[in-house]
């Protein structure tokens, strides 16, 4: 018989939140520990470790200082490294939806309880945003 779920009941008053991490760049996702640290992706090129005292490290292969939100679109999603949806390993690596591999737009990567990998690849277009449709509010691969 498989044990409770964990989640189930959770409730998480206004009071109880509270704001962590300093200058993340597109942190779209968040895992947590149980030492209460936390790893979020981040856009200079690799995941941020926030610890539980507060101190932070930037761990990336190729390391960008910031995203410029002048630059075009192009300049801000298509050069360097935007990880984006993050997942622990079962030996408690992080695994990064992108890998150096021409596969798509690769949006969130999970593991499942059979330690088998899973993603989404939102299009195969290399300029993502070419694939948008807004008067439909979806993607596109024609």
Same mark, same amino acid.
């Given at each position: 018989?498989?044990?409770? *779920?964990?989640?189930?009941?959770?409730? @998480? *008053?206004?009071?109880?939140? /509270?704001?962590?991490? =300093?200058?993340? %760049?597109?942190? =779209?996702?968040?895992?947590?520990?149980?030492?209460g640290?936390?790893?979020?992706?981040?856009? /200079?090129?690799?995941?941020?470790?926030?610890?539980?005292?507060?101190?932070?490290?930037?761990?990336? %292969?190729?390391?960008?200082?910031?995203?410029?939100?002048?630059?075009?679109?192009?300049?801000?999603?298509?050069?360097?490294?935007?990880? *984006?949806?993050?997942?622990?390993?079962?030996?408690?690596?992080? @695994?990064?939806?992108?890998?150096?591999? =021409?596969?798509?737009?690769?949006?969130f990567?999970?593991?499942?309880?059979?330690? /088998?990998?899973?993603?989404?690849?939102?299009?195969?277009?290399?300029?993502?945003?070419?694939?948008? /449709?807004?008067?439909?509010?979806?993607?596109?691969?024609e």
């Open positions: 018989m498989k044990a409770d *779920n964990p989640i189930r009941n959770f409730t @998480l *008053n206004k009071e109880e939140a /509270r704001f962590i991490g =300093e200058d993340l %760049q597109k942190p =779209e996702c968040i895992l947590a520990e149980k030492d640290s936390v790893w979020a992706a981040d856009a /200079r090129g690799g995941v941020c470790h926030i610890k539980s005292d507060g101190s932070q490290e930037i761990i990336t %292969q190729k390391y960008a200082e910031k995203i410029d939100h002048n630059s075009s679109n192009v300049d801000r999603f298509f050069k360097g490294t935007l990880p *984006n949806g993050l997942a622990f390993a079962s030996n408690g690596d992080i @695994l990064i939806s992108k890998d150096g591999k =021409e596969i798509g737009k690769v949006n990567v999970l593991r499942d309880s059979a330690d /088998r990998l899973w993603i989404t690849i939102t299009t195969m277009k290399k300029n993502w945003l070419d694939a948008l /449709r807004p008067e439909r509010g979806c993607f596109r691969d």
